[in-house]
């Protein structure tokens, strides 16, 4: 497989997976509409196509004419919060324009479609870490669209023969020299503590420090994101349809990310305890032992401290991200 269509290549994860992807040989073709993206942060070695996935003949016409092995599909909405007061957004997007991609595979013939799903479909899991074989109960219109369309991608496998590979993961994170994490609003905790070292906020919060945990605040698990697009790359080659779970294994806990934060920075980073948020888990880490047998898998960035370096690396060279909002 050499030839790549990354739908939502000018996206935090897409951007990094496109420069991965490019970096390892193959020919990258980004499709985004730069409505969360940045045009800054596709990869100049890239092809970019501006698109919407919503626009069904423009995906059929660039399948029908262009020759693709493979599809990635990272253009998604993904704020659980904005789910929950806009359901019909997240549906539309996530459910019904991503079919319209499903469909221009299929039209394309194309060898596998990798889905960047999310570990949301599983809810609040009753055992920690969560296997592939949990029960799928999401609490959230985000994690409910993601699980719709994984069972669209099962169904178009036993009927078209397209070959999928759902994965599944919490907390993207990380940066490499080039891209970045740069959204608006933020929403992340560690892009949200390193806006404090740069004097962009005043100060940060903790949602509670008081649930059952070492330390008393969350747990959840970080993955960087050059080990998400190691991950989309061997998924390629897949022994199997299906989906895998992506995760450390431990989790780091949000006074864990915060104390290394202040150590990478240098800075105090201000941080007041406030009132838990409704629904928040105390633990949330996916056991990845699938993918790493069958995918041949394995994450190079799994303490705090690489993660948060190179996040603090990229910000000191774009201290304004990519400047385009």
């Not at 994101?225 to 080659?237: F, S, V």
């Amino acid at each position: 497989m050499k030839q790549i269509f990354i739908a939502g290549g000018a996206g935090y994860i897409g951007s990094a997976c496109t420069e991965y992807m490019l970096n390892k040989g193959y020919q990258v073709t980004v499709f985004d509409s730069l409505v969360t993206g940045h045009e800054k942060a596709i990869d100049k070695r890239a092809t970019f196509i501006r698109g919407d996935l919503a626009d069904r003949e423009k995906l059929l016409d660039i399948f029908r004419n262009g020759s693709y092995d493979a599809v990635m599909h990272f253009a998604a909405f993904s704020l659980v919060g904005e789910s929950m007061k806009d359901p019909g957004k997240y549906f539309r997007n996530n459910l019904a324009n991503a079919i319209n991609l499903a469909d221009a595979a299929v039209e394309g013939k194309v060898q596998a479609f990798v889905f960047s799903s999310t570990a949301a479909t599983f809810g609040e899991p009753k055992e920690i870490p969560i296997a592939e074989t949990a029960e799928q109960l999401p609490i959230n219109p985000y994690g409910e669209s993601k699980l719709c369309f994984e069972k669209v991608l099962k169904w178009y496998s036993k009927i078209y023969g397209l070959k999928y590979v759902a994965l599944r993961y919490f907390n993207a994170a990380g940066a490499t020299e080039n891209f970045g994490e740069d959204h608006h609003p933020e929403s992340h905790l560690i892009p949200i503590l390193l806006q404090v070292a740069q004097g962009r906020r005043e100060k940060a919060m903790i949602f509670g420090d008081d649930y059952d945990t070492p330390d008393g605040t969350c747990i959840r698990d970080y993955i960087h994101i050059l080990d998400l697009a190691q991950a989309h790359e061997k998924a390629l080659y897949a022994p199997r349809s299906g989906h895998y779970n992506l995760g450390t294994g431990a989790g780091l806990s949000v006074k864990e990310i915060l104390d290394t934060a202040r150590k990478v920075t240098g800075h105090p980073i201000p941080a007041d305890v406030v009132p838990r948020r409704p629904g928040d888990p105390p633990r949330l880490i996916a056991c990845s032992d699938l993918a790493k047998k069958e995918l041949g898998w394995k994450p190079e960035y799994e303490n705090a401290g690489a993660i948060i370096e190179s996040v603090w690396k990229w910000l000191r060279k774009h201290p304004d991200g990519y400047g385009d909002r």
